[in-house]
Each structure stands twice: as C-alpha cells, then as structure tokens.
C-alpha cells in the first residue's frame, strides 16, 4: 500500500490588529482547539502564541498576537513590539478589523505599516454576524492611507465571523495557496509550542478577565508556580500566584466572602481539566505587588519580556 503523499506547503500567517478585535477567537476557529484565550476586555493576549495546523493541503503556522494599543508602561509597550515584530517576514499578514465599528488609530497604524510589509497581506473584516456595517470605512482608510504615502498597493479582503465560523473555509482555502512549496517547519502532530506553565496561568486568566472590569485586568497577573504530579490517576495539583498592583485591587479580586477567586478557580479548574484531560486540582494565592509591570524579573517570570 503506499503511503499518502506528505502536504508539501508551509509557512507562517500572523494575526495581528487592534486590542478586542477578534484575533484569538479567529485563531481557535482556524485550528479548531482552543489555544488561546479570548475576553472581551482589550488587551487579553499578552505573548506571542504560536499554533500549528496541519493538514491535506499543507500546514499553516499561526502567530497569535497582542492588540496594539496606546500603551505607556514597559508590559504594553512589549505588547505592541512583539505584535509588530510578528508582521515582518511572514508568508502571510493577516490584519483582523472589527467591521462592526469604525476604524481606529491603531487600524491605521497597521495600514500604514503593512503598506510596506514584504508578506502578502490580508484584511480580515471580522464580526460579520453583526452587519459588517464600517467594512466599506476599512477599505476607503486603505485606499486613503496609500495614496497619502504614495504606495500603489492593494490588499486582500477577506469577510469573515470568528464567532460563527462564516467565511472561514474560503479563508482557509485561500491561506494554504500562499504558503510556499517546501517541508513542514513542525512535527505534524504538534498543535503549539506555547509553555503549559504560561498556558495554564492564561486560562485562569481569562476567566478573571471575563468577571472584572475596567483597571483590574490590566492590573493582573498570574504565575504559575508548581505543577505537580499527584500519585495517582496522573492529576495534577497546580498552584498559582495572582498579582495585583494594590492591596484595594486584593479584594476586588477576592470578591466579597471570597465568591469570585472561587468561582474562577472552579472555572479553571474545569478548562485546564478539559484541555489536558487530567483530574486537576488548583489552588490560588493573591499578592500585592506594586508596579510589577515595570519589573523585568516579574516580566521575565511571566514570559512577557
Ligand atoms: N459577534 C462577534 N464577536 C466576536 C467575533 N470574534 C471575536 N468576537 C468577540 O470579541 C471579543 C474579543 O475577542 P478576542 O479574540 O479576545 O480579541 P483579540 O483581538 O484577540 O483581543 P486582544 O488579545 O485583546 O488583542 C470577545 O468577546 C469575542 O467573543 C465575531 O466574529 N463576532
Ligand atoms: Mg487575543
């Protein structure tokens, strides 16, 4: 019997665009697993996440990316670097715009830069399901933002819902066509690179993310410290430190009688146990940590630097 022939394409696709544009929710959406975390807050993506499809047709490295965002302390200003570092020198550059609002600063930024990026690029207007209603905005910024620079370029359109998985197929189709001929740059079974430490601490995370608002997320942090191995039925017992910068931070995150860091450990809990298909037990520790984000060691610690 012969074998089936080996994809013969690969190369890298980066996802890069404004904070809360939908990035994440794309990049699960394409590969199908969920790898990296989504909250309706800005800035959810911290580190660049590296996820790996294979199949048929070839294989696509995806860079998952932080939203650029104004950003003036050392942790967002690393964001922003890693997000325009992960432009450059890609097969494909995949800007994701939010059609369902208008286009912000930071879009034109984006455009402004692409205008004179090597890869070939892409806008993906995403959020269709919600009417796709500022798409045309995105296209006359393009249009306006070339001309003012000179630059006969165009880009792809792409319309798309992360959310509902429309459009994804076509762009999928259209992506393994621009990967270039050659051998997979991953073992064929390797879904991501990311550190399970760092993935973990990321999933606890998000579902902080998705109970607070406004200053706290950003204020927040989570190390994973320990993941140990239980004797039996290869659980693990997982322990994490939660910073804040202030101690009035401490109890907002603790919630009143402790309600809210239980419920996010019951939720972790459960989403570290459904990925890793383990029995998982965690236990959660918060500490004060004053300007943390412009700790390098703390950074460094958290792999954001
Ligand atoms: N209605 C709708 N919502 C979406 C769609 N894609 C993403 N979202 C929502 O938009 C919000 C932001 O999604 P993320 O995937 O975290 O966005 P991101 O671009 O990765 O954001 P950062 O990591 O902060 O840069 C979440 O609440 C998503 O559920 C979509 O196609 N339609
Ligand atoms: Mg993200």
């Known amino acids: 019997m012969t074998q089936p022939p080996l994809p013969s394409r690969s190369g890298i696709a ?22 990296a975390i989504v909250s309706g807050t800005a ?4 580190n660049l996440i590296r996820a790996v499809l294979t199949d048929p047709r070839g294989q696509i490295v995806f860079l ?35 059609a369902s609002a208008p286009p912000a ?25 919600l009417g796709g209603r500022h798409a045309r905005a995105y296209r006359d910024c393009w249009e306006r933002v070339a001309e003012e620079k000179g630059r006969d370029r165009r880009a792809e359109w792409h319309t798309v819902s992360a959310l509902t998985g429309a459009g994804i197929p076509e762009l999928m189709e259209r992506l393994f066509e621009l990967m270039p001929a050659g051998p997979l740059l991953f073992p064929p079974d390797v879904l991501t ?28 942090a989570v190390r994973v410290e320990n ?5 039996a039925g290869g659980g693990w017992n997982i322990s994490a430190t939660v910073y804040v910068d202030r101690h009035s931070q401490k109890g907002i995150v603790i919630g009143h009688k402790g309600r809210l ?6 939720e972790a809990r459960r989403e570290v146990r459904k990925m890793y298909d383990r029995p998982v037990a965690l236990e959660l520790r918060v500490k004060v940590e004053p300007k943390w984000r412009e700790n390098y060691w703390i950074l460094r610690e958290l792999g954001y630097a």
């Open 43 to 46: 800035q959810t993506t911290r």
């Open 105 to 129: 600063m930071e879009d034109e930024g984006w455009i402004r830069r692409l205008l004179f990026s090597e890869s070939h690029v892409l806008v993906v207007l995403n959020k269709d399901d």
């Open 227 to 231: 993941i140990e191995e239980t004797d």
């Open 261 to 266: 860091i239980k419920k996010v450990r019951e």
């Open 193 to 220: 690179d990311y550190p399970r430490k760092l993935n973990i601490g990321d999933l606890i995370r998000e579902q902080f993310f998705r109970r607070l608002r406004e200053e706290v997320p950003h204020a927040l």
């Open 14 to 35: 980066a996802l890069i665009g404004r904070a809360n544009a939908g990035k994440s929710t794309l990049l699960n959406r394409m590969v199908e697993e969920k790898v």
């Open 64 to 98: 998952d990316t932080p939203g650029i965002h104004r950003a003036k302390e050392p942790l967002g200003r690393r964001m922003n670097k890693i997000a325009r570092n992960a432009a450059d020198g890609v097969d494909a550059a995949l800007l994701i715009v939010d």
